[in-house]
Protein backbone atom coordinates (compact mmCIF):
# COMPACT_ATOMS: atom_id res chain seq x y z
CA UNK A 1 0.00 0.00 0.00
CA UNK A 2 1.75 3.43 -0.92
CA UNK A 3 1.98 5.81 2.20
CA UNK A 4 -0.64 8.40 0.89
CA UNK A 5 -3.44 5.27 0.44
CA UNK A 6 -2.37 4.34 4.11
CA UNK A 7 -2.48 8.47 5.51
CA UNK A 8 -5.95 8.29 5.08
CA UNK A 9 -6.62 6.36 8.19
CA UNK A 10 -4.48 8.81 10.29
CA UNK A 11 -7.25 11.68 8.96
CA UNK A 12 -10.17 12.39 10.91
CA UNK A 13 -13.71 11.52 9.49
CA UNK A 14 -14.70 15.50 8.64
CA UNK A 15 -11.41 15.18 6.14
CA UNK A 16 -12.68 11.93 3.50
CA UNK A 17 -12.74 14.79 1.04
CA UNK A 18 -8.97 14.47 1.16
CA UNK A 19 -8.92 11.27 -0.02
CA UNK A 20 -8.95 12.67 -3.50
CA UNK A 21 -6.11 14.83 -3.10
CA UNK A 22 -3.30 13.95 -5.58
CA UNK A 23 -0.30 14.73 -2.83
CA UNK A 24 -0.43 15.10 1.02
CA UNK A 25 2.65 17.18 2.51
CA UNK A 26 3.08 16.62 5.97
CA UNK A 27 4.88 19.51 7.18
CA UNK A 28 7.45 18.69 10.45
CA UNK A 29 10.21 20.24 12.68
CA UNK A 30 11.67 20.78 15.58
CA UNK A 31 12.95 23.65 18.33
CA UNK A 32 16.31 22.76 17.60
CA UNK A 33 16.33 22.66 13.62
CA UNK A 34 15.70 26.62 13.85
CA UNK A 35 16.73 29.89 15.84
CA UNK A 36 16.28 30.99 19.63
CA UNK A 37 16.13 34.13 20.27
CA UNK A 38 14.83 35.43 23.65
CA UNK A 39 13.02 31.84 24.76
CA UNK A 40 10.88 32.23 21.18
CA UNK A 41 10.74 29.03 19.65
CA UNK A 42 10.56 30.27 16.10
CA UNK A 43 10.53 26.41 14.11
CA UNK A 44 6.45 26.92 14.49
CA UNK A 45 6.14 30.50 12.86
CA UNK A 46 9.17 29.17 10.12
CA UNK A 47 7.04 26.10 9.06
CA UNK A 48 3.70 28.03 8.89
CA UNK A 49 5.48 30.73 6.57
CA UNK A 50 7.00 27.61 4.38
CA UNK A 51 3.31 26.19 4.00
CA UNK A 52 2.10 29.42 3.35
CA UNK A 53 4.17 29.94 0.42
CA UNK A 54 3.81 25.95 -0.72
CA UNK A 55 -0.01 26.92 -1.16
CA UNK A 56 0.39 29.87 -2.94
CA UNK A 57 2.76 28.35 -5.24
CA UNK A 58 0.28 25.83 -5.79
CA UNK A 59 -2.35 27.92 -6.47
CA UNK A 60 -0.03 29.67 -9.02
CA UNK A 61 0.10 26.12 -10.77
CA UNK A 62 -3.88 26.31 -11.09
CA UNK A 63 -3.54 23.70 -8.18
CA UNK A 64 -5.92 24.01 -4.85
CA UNK A 65 -4.03 23.55 -2.14
CA UNK A 66 -5.72 23.22 1.69
CA UNK A 67 -3.95 22.53 5.02
CA UNK A 68 -5.90 20.37 7.52
CA UNK A 69 -5.28 20.09 11.24
CA UNK A 70 -7.58 16.58 11.65
CA UNK A 71 -5.23 13.85 11.82
CA UNK A 72 -3.74 11.84 14.58
CA UNK A 73 -0.30 12.74 14.78
CA UNK A 74 1.34 9.62 16.34
CA UNK A 75 0.22 7.57 12.79
CA UNK A 76 1.53 10.59 10.24
CA UNK A 77 4.88 9.71 12.20
CA UNK A 78 4.79 6.19 11.49
CA UNK A 79 3.61 6.20 8.54
CA UNK A 80 6.47 8.20 7.18
CA UNK A 81 9.13 7.18 9.64
CA UNK A 82 9.27 10.88 10.91
CA UNK A 83 11.23 10.85 14.37
CA UNK A 84 9.31 10.91 17.18
CA UNK A 85 11.16 14.16 18.52
CA UNK A 86 9.51 15.96 15.55
CA UNK A 87 6.40 17.60 15.71
CA UNK A 88 4.02 17.51 12.32
CA UNK A 89 2.70 20.54 12.58
CA UNK A 90 0.26 20.58 9.47
CA UNK A 91 -0.76 18.39 6.57
CA UNK A 92 -1.50 20.25 3.20
CA UNK A 93 -3.96 18.30 0.38
CA UNK A 94 -2.83 19.13 -2.84
CA UNK A 95 -4.35 18.70 -6.13
CA UNK A 96 -6.97 19.91 -9.85
CA UNK A 97 -9.71 21.82 -8.69
CA UNK A 98 -12.69 19.57 -9.64
CA UNK A 99 -15.57 21.29 -11.12
CA UNK A 100 -18.00 18.01 -9.86
CA UNK A 101 -18.89 17.75 -6.21
CA UNK A 102 -18.77 14.30 -4.48
CA UNK A 103 -21.46 12.72 -3.29
CA UNK A 104 -19.76 12.11 -0.18
CA UNK A 105 -19.21 15.02 1.29
CA UNK A 106 -21.57 16.20 3.89
CA UNK A 107 -23.88 19.37 3.24
CA UNK A 108 -21.50 21.75 4.92
CA UNK A 109 -18.32 20.22 2.84
CA UNK A 110 -21.07 20.58 -0.16
CA UNK A 111 -21.87 24.89 0.90
CA UNK A 112 -18.01 25.29 1.99
CA UNK A 113 -17.43 23.88 -1.54
CA UNK A 114 -20.06 26.07 -3.85
CA UNK A 115 -18.93 29.42 -1.58
CA UNK A 116 -16.42 30.62 0.38
CA UNK A 117 -16.77 30.04 3.87
CA UNK A 118 -17.67 33.58 6.11
CA UNK A 119 -14.53 35.61 7.56
CA UNK A 120 -14.37 37.86 10.57
CA UNK A 121 -14.80 41.63 9.96
CA UNK A 122 -11.08 42.67 10.04
CA UNK A 123 -12.65 45.61 13.06
CA UNK A 124 -12.51 42.02 14.71
CA UNK A 125 -9.35 41.07 14.39
CA UNK A 126 -7.26 43.90 14.03
CA UNK A 127 -6.32 46.75 16.71
CA UNK A 128 -4.11 49.92 16.23
CA UNK A 129 -2.34 50.39 19.10
CA UNK A 130 -3.72 48.19 21.87
CA UNK A 131 -5.33 45.25 22.50
CA UNK A 132 -9.46 45.95 22.99
Known amino acids: ?14 NIWAHDASMI ?3 FSKSDLDCRVMGRDYYLFDTGMATAFMILRATELGLVAHPIAGYNEEKVK ?12 ILVNIGKHSDKI ?7 H ?3 ERTR ?3 LPLEEIVYIDRFT
Open 102 to 108: KDFLSEA
Open 1 to 14: MRAREELYSALSKN
Open 25 to 27: VAL
Open 117 to 119: PER
Open 110 to 112: KKA
Open 78 to 89: EIFGIPEDMKVI
